[in-house]
């Protein structure tokens, strides 16, 4: 058995990997993942999701389809009437997504957001304003941070929020394994945008709808990978009593 202490560093040491060696990873590797994943607790032991495994040729034509629509779209973002109505005529630039990507954020949630927003981009030495640095690095969501590969958690939507809980509580595990393993993980809401681009390559069965991709492989050395997102103290979550 672990000891406690040693676990709850290693939950420490877990951080989102946002820059990848192009090294690739054994299907067996990400097999052991996901069963890894599948430890985890399930509403009526249903798992309700489903993960589509994308490497090689089929990896890269996903990502090339999310960085065109994201570039045809990043470029109609001014808020003038002229990019709004060139964005009405571009379907390839819409969002599709399964879920409404809920934006802006709750207010009481939003300062811990822009924490973390500004937090990594200083690092990354990008300025508020400078929309073209920020573009680019979002942009990297679409190449997947250079990972070999990509999986797209796909949820039933039958099963209504608990579906979703499900899917992260598989998707920990998951990440944690990989983290064990010497491998990094970024969670990818990024990805959920366009379903369309991932159902042209598998087959999702009816019900299902993406959530998220988890971008998987080997960190590299880049700077990005240095960054501590803060942590809230547990008094923050937790509720006072009347
Ligand atoms: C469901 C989910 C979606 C996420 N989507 C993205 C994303 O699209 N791009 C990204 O760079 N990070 C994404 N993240 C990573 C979070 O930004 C990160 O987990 C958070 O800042 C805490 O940092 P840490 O994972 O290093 O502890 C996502 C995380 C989760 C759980």
């Known amino acids: 058995m672990i000891k406690s202490k040693d676990f709850s560093e290693f939950l420490a040491s877990r951080r989102t990997t946002r820059s990848f060696k192009s090294d690739p990873v054994d299907a067996s590797i ?3 993942l996901i069963e890894d994943g599948l430890t985890a607790p399930s509403w009526s032991n249903t798992r309700p999701f489903m993960v589509a495994v994308a490497s090689g040729d089929v990896r890269d034509r996903i990502s ?12 109609m973002t001014s808020g003038s ?3 709004k109505i060139k964005f009405f005529l571009t379907p390839k630039a819409w969002p599709l997504s399964d879920y409404p990507i809920m934006k802006p954020y709750p207010k009481s949630l939003q300062p811990r957001a822009r924490r973390v927003g500004k937090e990594l981009y200083g690092l990354l030495g990008v300025a508020r304003g400078d929309k073209k640095a920020r573009d680019a690095q979002w942009a990297k969501n679409y190449e997947f941070f250079n990972a070999p590969v990509e999986l797209f958690v796909f949820i039933h939507k039958g099963l209504s929020v608990f579906a979703a809980n499900d899917a992260g509580l598989f ?3 998951l990440m944690l394994s990989a ?3 010497g491998l990094g993980a ?4 990024a990805v959920a945008i366009w379903p369309k681009a991932v159902h042209r390559e598998f087959n999702i069965p009816k019900g299902y709808k993406l959530v998220y991709g988890i971008a998987i492989g080997y960190p590299d050395d880049a700077e990005v990978n240095t960054f501590k997102a803060n942590r809230i103290a547990a008094e923050e979550i937790t509720v006072s009593k009347k």
């Open 30 to 32: 990400i097999n052991e």
């Open 64 to 75: 090339q389809d999310m960085l065109e629509r994201w570039s045809v779209g990043s470029g």
């Open 81 to 83: 009437l002229k990019d």
């Open 171 to 173: 998707a920990e595990n």
């Open 179 to 181: 983290h064990a393993k």
């Open 186 to 189: 970024c969670a990818q809401g």
